[in-house]
């Protein structure tokens, strides 16, 4: 819940200071002259990736708690009984030693998102975030294109 409050509060400052480029892109528009103009229009498009990012970001995180939370209901989650480190973060090389099972799992049926969902949470245990993002929107996608599918 922390981590949902504290991502929710960091979108609320983007928007903040998005508004706040805007508002000074429209002075820069304002002053007439073209180096201004210019960089006001740079500014303004500042804002349109920025909000591009920010959904894209907050689709994702629903998605995949979403997901997450539709594997626990069903009992598919992993068991969450790696060694911590004093950070609380699990052990990499417990996880990586447990990495093969999901791996196989994914290769059995290639096709599920549950096994590209655990897969993602096992590249997440062992510290490799962009590979567990990979395979979360893999699973996102997957489940989006057969949503009934019961396995």
């Given at each position: 819940m922390r981590a949902r409050i504290a991502g929710l509060v960091m979108a609320g400052l983007l928007v903040l200071y998005l508004a706040f480029v805007v508002q000074y892109a429209i002075i820069l528009l304002g002053v007439g002259q073209p180096v201004a103009i210019a960089m006001g229009v740079a500014l303004l498009v500042?804002?349109?990736?920025?909000?591009?990012?920010l959904t894209a970001e907050l689709l994702f995180v629903f998605r995949a708690e979403r997901l997450l939370a539709r594997l626990r209901d069903e009992g598919g989650l992993p068991v969450d009984?790696?060694?911590?480190?004093p950070s609380g973060r699990p052990d990499p090389e417990a996880a990586?030693?447990?990495?093969?099972?999901?791996?196989?799992?994914?290769?059995?049926?290639?096709e599920s998102w549950r096994a590209w969902l655990r897969l993602g949470l096992a590249y997440d245990a062992s510290g490799d975030r962009k590979r567990?993002?990979?395979?979360?929107?893999?699973?996102?996608?997957?489940?989006?294109?057969?949503?009934?599918?019961?396995?």
């Open positions: 500042l804002p349109v990736v920025g909000a591009w990012v009984d790696l060694p911590r480190l990586d030693a447990q990495f093969p099972i999901y791996q196989a799992e994914l290769e059995a049926a290639p567990a993002r990979w395979a979360t929107r893999e699973a996102i996608r997957l489940s989006r294109s057969m949503p009934t599918s019961p396995e």
